[in-house]
């Protein structure tokens, strides 16, 4: 008959298995709450990132259509940010989404500076008059453009 002290021991003891999962467990619960949201919402900023530069990619869209197609004609510029829609007056407040991209008009108004450099609301054919483009993305961000005839 063998000893105790004689036995080949090979393997671990339900013990030391048991305090090795309890280990594991209370350190996997600690790196899931330290990591578990920046890991999760990693994507988050580059979603964040695209729809801003969304929002330059239509201002972009409007320069290029008053260059190419309303040279010198800020009237019908302001129409075609507006969507066609002339009531309200620049179609504020409306969502669009059209070949322009997906906005929120803020102000599509005609603006002109007076002495004291305050801006005031113009008339479509005064000579002074600028065309103030403001949009918003979804995110609430917010992009103005100052067109000049």
């Known amino acids: 008959m063998k000893k105790r002290a004689e036995w080949n021991i090979k393997g671990f003891t339900i013990l030391e298995?048991?305090?090795?999962?309890?280990?594991?467990?209370?350190?996997?619960?600690m790196m899931f709450n330290t990591?578990?949201?920046?890991?999760?919402?990693?994507?988050?900023?580059?979603?964040r990132m695209q729809t801003s530069l969304s929002l330059q990619q239509i201002i972009e869209n409007f320069?290029?259509?008053?260059?190419?197609?309303?040279?010198g004609d800020?009237?019908?510029?302001?129409?075609?940010?507006?969507?066609?829609?002339?009531?309200?007056?620049?179609n504020e407040g409306a969502?669009?989404?059209?070949?322009?991209?997906?906005?929120?008009?803020?102000?599509?108004?005609?603006i002109k500076f007076n002495a004291?450099?305050?801006?005031?609301?113009?008339?479509?054919?005064?000579?002074?008059?600028?065309?103030k483009v403001t949009i918003k993305n979804s995110n609430g961000e917010i992009l103005t453009y100052i067109f000049a005839g």
């Open 17 to 29: 298995v048991i305090i090795t999962l309890v280990a594991v467990a209370v350190v996997g619960a």
């Open 63 to 71: 320069v290029t259509a008053y260059e190419k197609y309303y040279a």
């Open 35 to 47: 990591l578990g949201t920046s890991m999760m919402k990693s994507s988050d900023p580059i979603f």
């Open 95 to 110: 969502v669009l989404d059209n070949t322009f991209g997906e906005y929120t008009i803020v102000e599509n108004r005609f």
């Open 116 to 131: 004291s450099h305050q801006e005031e609301t113009a008339a479509p054919t005064d000579p002074q008059n600028l065309l």
């Open 74 to 90: 800020l009237p019908a510029l302001r129409d075609a940010i507006a969507g066609g829609v002339l009531n309200p007056p620049g």
